[in-house]
Nanobody, 126 residues
Framework: QVQLVESGGGSVQAGGSLRLSCVAS????????MAWFRQAPGTEREGVAA????????YYVDSVKGRFAVSRDNAQDTVYLQMNSLKPEDTAMYYC???????????????????WGQGTQVTVSS
């Protein structure tokens, strides 16, 4: 049984930092694209960042470039999202997602991802 379990969400003030973690179990960690999505109430789910398990190529939505960093620890089957300089508009439920194969330029298409975590809430106050 495949499980993705996120943690690390919380409430911070604008300018603060959080690090999200996603532990994958039941799924061979190599050959996977791991991504972070977010969804705020009343909005569509948005791809935030992605990383392929076999190389160092990362992908980001423009609004988080220079502030967020995605990384992985294959030995721990864990992917991280370091979020710095947080803004109120970053407030959302953040989800970890996984799919087999490379991320590629359509990494942010959520229908590509077969496996999803339950989400962790990030709230940024001004």
């Amino acid at each position: 049984q495949v499980q993705l379990v996120e943690s690390g969400g919380g409430s911070v003030q604008a300018g603060g930092s959080l690090r999200l973690s996603c532990v994958a179990s039941g799924l061979r960690f190599s050959f996977k694209c791991m991504a972070w999505f977010r969804q705020a109430p009343g909005t569509e789910r948005e791809g935030v960042a992605a990383i392929y398990s076999r190389d160092s190529i990362t992908y980001y939505v423009d609004s988080v470039k220079g502030r967020f960093a995605v990384s992985r620890d294959n030995a721990q089957d864990t992917v991280y999202l370091q979020m710095n300089s947080l803004k109120p508009e970053d407030t959302a439920m953040y989800y970890c997602a996984a799919t087999l194969g490379q991320c590629g330029e359509n990494w942010s298409a959520d229908n590509r991802y077969k496996y999803w975590g339950q989400g962790t809430q990030v709230t940024v106050s001004s």
